[in-house]
């Protein structure tokens, strides 16, 4: 191979990555608008899309609780704390 062919590899190398990745990003952003829209967050992903990009983003299903008494953060109960001795 040539040096004018080997330019010509990387440069259809590199546009299809690009492609592939603006591809990507379409798609990502067409499913968070969708979840947007329907206001799913807090239910199972409609479809694989969502799930998709769910997955991709780290956000799962929002458990969101009517009742604001139950706190998440208050499920594991602190260390019991032993009085300093010297």
């Known amino acids: ?3 004018s062919e080997i330019a010509e590899l990387i440069a ?3 546009i299809f990555l690009i492609g592939v990745t ?3 990003i379409a798609a990502v952003s067409q499913a968070i608008k ?5 206001r799913s967050l807090t239910h199972r992903p409609p479809d694989a899309g969502a799930r998709g990009t769910r997955m991709l983003t ?3 299903s929002r ?3 009517n ?3 139950h706190d998440v ?3 594991v109960s602190p260390p019991e704390r032993t009085p300093w001795q010297p």
């Open 63 to 65: 458990d969101v609780r």
């Open 73 to 75: 953060r208050n499920d």
């Open 22 to 24: 603006f591809g990507v």
């Open 58 to 60: 780290g956000v799962g």
């Open 67 to 69: 009742d604001v008494s």
């Open 12 to 14: 259809l190398i590199a």
């Open 1 to 3: 191979m040539r040096g």
């Open 34 to 38: 969708r979840e947007d829209r329907r």
